[in-house]
């Protein structure tokens, strides 16, 4: 028999999470030819306005069009040679 761990409570002070608001001011990045890279504190939206569950507090969002695990980067851009003015 496996034992189950409880998760941490949602007001663990040791454990940051995605999305959480702890004062990190979040960055974009644009890659060249590639995603945008979103570090620290933030939430992602649809066009709804509903919550996009994340688990990490670095993601690469999509910009060619063709990722099929959108908002998200699959790395398609580079096989369609996708390429950006900057």
């Not at 189950?4 to 960055?27: I, T």
């Not at 670095?58 to 910009?63: G, H, K």
Request: contains cysteine.
């Amino acid at each position: 028999m496996s034992e189950v761990e409880s998760p941490e409570p949602e007001d663990a002070p040791d454990r940051e999470r995605p999305g959480d608001d702890r004062g990190e001011r979040p960055s974009i990045v644009p890659y060249p030819d590639g995603p945008l890279i979103v570090r620290g504190a933030f939430h992602i939206r649809t066009a709804d306005g509903g919550p996009i569950p994340q688990h990490r507090r670095t993601v690469a969002l999509c910009r060619c069009g063709l990722s099929n695990i959108k908002p998200w980067c699959d790395g398609t851009h580079k096989a369609a040679g996708f390429r950006t003015d900057a």
